[in-house]
């Protein structure tokens, strides 16, 4: 009789024993879980930083080419205004030409009088 007894016994150590193993599993597998949410949050964290650098880099692009086509436009003026003066020197020098006297230049008026 003592085994018959003793059967039940048996069956609760045995269900006491799986409910540990149970216990045991549930807090490692929050911290498993815990440990890959704080994972992803990190990889969320580096797309949004690298996401701001590349609108930083767009947006210096954008400023480059803009004072490229500004010293490309300032090189052309400067060409222009240095152009005049050097033909306007090598005309003295070469031709002895000479500018005109204000004061005896004259106007001719092409309007006609009303």
């Known amino acids: 009789?003592?085994?018959?007894?003793?059967?039940?016994?048996?069956?609760?150590?045995?269900?006491?024993?799986?409910?540990?193993?149970?216990?045991?599993?549930?807090?490692?597998?929050?911290?498993?879980?815990?440990?890959v949410a704080a994972l992803l949050a990190g990889v969320v964290a580096v797309n949004v930083a690298v996401l701001q650098l590349n609108v930083e880099l767009d947006r210096l692009g954008v400023e480059r080419a803009q004072l490229r086509a500004d010293n490309a436009r300032l090189r052309a003026r400067l060409s222009s205004a240095s152009a005049s003066i050097r033909i306007e020197t090598q005309a003295r020098a070469r031709l002895g030409v000479e500018s005109a006297d204000p004061l005896l230049t004259t106007y001719v008026d092409l309007a006609p009088e009303r």
């Open 1 to 35: 009789m003592s085994t018959i007894a003793d059967a039940p016994l048996r069956r609760r150590a045995r269900a006491r024993g799986g409910a540990k193993a149970r216990r045991s599993r549930f807090p490692e597998g929050v911290v498993w879980i815990v440990v």
